[in-house]
């Protein structure tokens, strides 16, 4: 049976920009999504048209919170938002990650990083594999939940100078849950495939419904046409690529 | 109370609002959303003989105030809608409106046949979808049109709604259905649109073109209903860009029975409900106690007796 979904109004609390043209965007409200799931956020009338699809970053007692980066349209309009201003959601949506069947890695780059944080609270001792472009965000947040931390930037701010491949090994891993850009998760799947380890990966498209309807959001896989927003998501990277 | 309903052929629905085909899936998606059966009727996402995986992405870009979509007809083919999706459809408490597409008129005529089944409130067939490459679009063309429905109501006794594209000769095309048979005009499908992407000079979809959707092109659709309402004397099921229950008084006042909701789905997820509820309310503030009155009213000097 499909799990019910709900349009709720939240209020903002914080919208915070953690590096220039990245935001963290926190909203009050009582929020249940499993780690992976994500939301359509919205906080304009008609135009942009379209929700915009976010990875719950976190969830508290308090509410929830929203990664994001000035992409468009929409992604401006939320980074004026201010504490106070209201936010239309909807969700949860999406499958989320699958339960862990052995030692874990998490690997993100940039606001990709976004699905992996309730993944790293949920699914203890998974290590984590953060990229950036520019200066790191967000790294003392996956410290405090988990196990070990890594952090590859451009520049070398944070860690490693390069990209989050080159210091990311599949040795000693059994799964990986990665969210980033296409060629960082191709990449990765080059390696976990030699390596034997299960990897999953939080794809992006736009989305128009969020619910299954529009089928405006598919991808081709090796099963045939999938919708990011219903079968996804998170596929199984053998399905992708 | 008002008398809400409308009469299409011989389907009565219990409102005018109706959920228009490809934005609403076969309605169990929404139905997780709110109870989708408080509207007049839902229109399946246009259903083909053989599966079809539609366009790659993208499919969606946006504009000023409209959506363009390049989804290609991707739907699970007939065999699997006649076992999995019609049944759950059937359950949901509303009128039942299967779109359809075909190759050809042979291929529509089959499709209706099959499609002949109790449960199945109307057909629409859709001439209509700009996203099939190489492919004109029959509503645009009076004979093209005119085979597709002769075929069609000889292959089936189930009332036959017609769904146009908002350009090409539809005025001359919805009166050619007409004369073929057909029950009702649905008007419009999404105008022919493009967007190019400037860092590589490349139209943004594989197909280039895409259908342009949303409040955008709602002053386009309402005077192509205002129109047609005028050149046939089918019932008229209005779309494009409809998003409040204003936009559907004013394609009622424009001459359509019902309204179909599509792009305003997306924009709000309850847009659908909100329409039922404020179409009602309409009418009771207006002391009218039936769409009769005001159905039209644009072409008559408007409301009788207003001011």
Partial sequence: MDRQVSLVRAEVVENRELVPGVFLLRARGNFSAQPGQFYLV?????????????????????????????????????????????????????????????????????????????????????????????????????????????????????????????????????????????????????????AGVWLYVSLEERMACGLGACLGCTVFTRSGPQRVCREGPVFPAQEVF | MPDTSVRIGS?????????????????????????????????????????????????????????????????????????????????????????????????????????SLPGVDAIELNLSCPNVRGKGLVGENPEATARVVAVCRRATDKDLWVKFPPQGEVLQAARAAQQAGATAISAANTYRGLAIELETGRPVFANAIGGLSGPAIKPLSLRLVYELSQVVSLPVIGSGGIVSWQDAVEFIMAGAHAVQVGTGNFIDPLCAPKLVRGLRKFLVQRGLGSWELIRGCAHRGGISGAA
């Fill in chain 1, 42 to 194: 919205r906080a304009w009338g008609l135009d942009p048209p379209l929700f915009r699809p976010f990875s719950a970053f976190d969830l508290s007692q308090e509410g929830i919170s929203f990664l994001y980066a000035i992409r468009g349209r929409g992604t401006s309009l939320l980074a004026r938002l201010q504490p106070g201003h209201s936010l239309t959601l909807l969700g949860p949506l999406g499958n989320g990650w699958p339960q862990p069947e052995g030692k874990l890695a998490l690997v993100g780059g940039g606001v990709g990083i976004a699905p992996l944080y309730l993944a790293a609270k949920a699914f203890r001792e998974a290590d984590a594999y953060l990229g950036f472009p520019g200066r790191p965000y967000l790294v003392e947040k996956f410290r405090e939940v988990a196990g070990r931390v890594w952090v590859a930037s451009e520049r070398g701010q944070g860690g490693h100078r390069g990209s989050v491949t080159e210091i990311f090994t599949p040795d000693g891993y059994r799964v990986c849950y990665a969210c980033g850009p296409r060629e960082m998760l191709a990449r990765l799947w080059e390696m976990c495939r030699r």
């Fill in chain 2, 11 to 115: 389907l009565v629905l219990k409102n005018p609002v109706l959920a228009a085909s490809g934005t609403f899936g076969f309605g169990g998606d929404y139905a997780r959303l709110y109870d989708v059966s408080r509207l007049g009727g839902i229109v399946s996402k246009a259903i083909t003989l053989r599966p079809r995986a539609g366009n790659p992405p993208p499919r969606l870009w946006e504009t000023p105030c409209g959506l363009l979509n390049s989804i290609g007809l991707e739907n699970p083919g007939l065999e699997a809608f006649l076992a999995e999706e019609l049944p759950r459809m059937r359950e949901l408490g509303t009128a039942v409106i299967v779109n359809v597409w075909g190759e050809d008129p042979e291929e529509y005529g089959e499709l209706v046949s099959r499609l």
